[in-house]
């Protein structure tokens, strides 16, 4: 059995979070490896043997490969999962009136259409009061099954930075 992909990023949002949410949308369950404290970061294994290409995180070991790149990964992810339009045509995302933005079927361009909505929901909670299409639209891919377990509490999604937590990553990485 294929292992589960390492994660290596802090425990917070940043740029490892689009990830977390794509692959839980795929339904592949993912280990993570949290960066807590500089020395964590300074002395770290992964940086001294060569495992990141560019000497930064995320890093996600997946099929032998230490891949990093926030997008480079997120592309890889979608289309191992099938999570992309099923030509090129599709993914150029063409206005179809359907359920979905691509191809109509579900695809990473809805992962993160929703992760972009909570988020601004965080911070404006009526922020859809005026467009009711994409409330709709947002019961509905908060309803399939695996973004709905990700939503639950207790789920590796992680809670919005507040401001202690971005100083403790600045002191971790600068
Ligand atoms: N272009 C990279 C940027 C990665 C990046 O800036 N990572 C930060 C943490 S969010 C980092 O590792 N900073 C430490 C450093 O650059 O020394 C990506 O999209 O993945």
């Not at 949308?25 to 990141?52: M, N, P």
Request: with cysteine; glycine share 6%.
């Amino acid at each position: 059995m294929a292992s589960k992909p390492r994660l290596h990023y802090f425990s917070g949002r940043g740029r490892m979070e689009s990830i977390r949410w794509l692959l839980a949308a795929a339904g592949v369950e993912y280990e993570e490896e949290f960066i807590k404290e500089k020395e964590d970061w300074g002395c770290e294994k992964l940086r001294k043997d060569g495992s990141l290409l560019f000497q930064q995180v995320p890093m996600v070991e997946i099929d032998g490969m230490k891949m990093v790149q926030c997008r480079a990964i997120l592309n890889y992810i979608a289309a191992k999962y099938k999570l992309c339009g099923k030509d090129l045509k599709e993914n150029a995302l063409k206005d179809h009136g359907q359920d979905y933005l691509v191809g109509n079927r579900f695809s990473r361009a809805d992962v993160q259409l929703l992760e972009v909505i909570l988020m601004v929901e965080e911070l404006k909670p009526d922020v859809l009061s005026k467009f009711p299409l994409l409330k709709t639209y947002k019961g509905r891919i908060s309803n399939i099954p695996t973004i709905k377990k990700f939503l639950q509490p207790g789920s590796a999604r992680k809670p919005p930075t507040d401001e202690k937590e971005y100083a403790e990553c600045i002191k971790i990485f600068y």
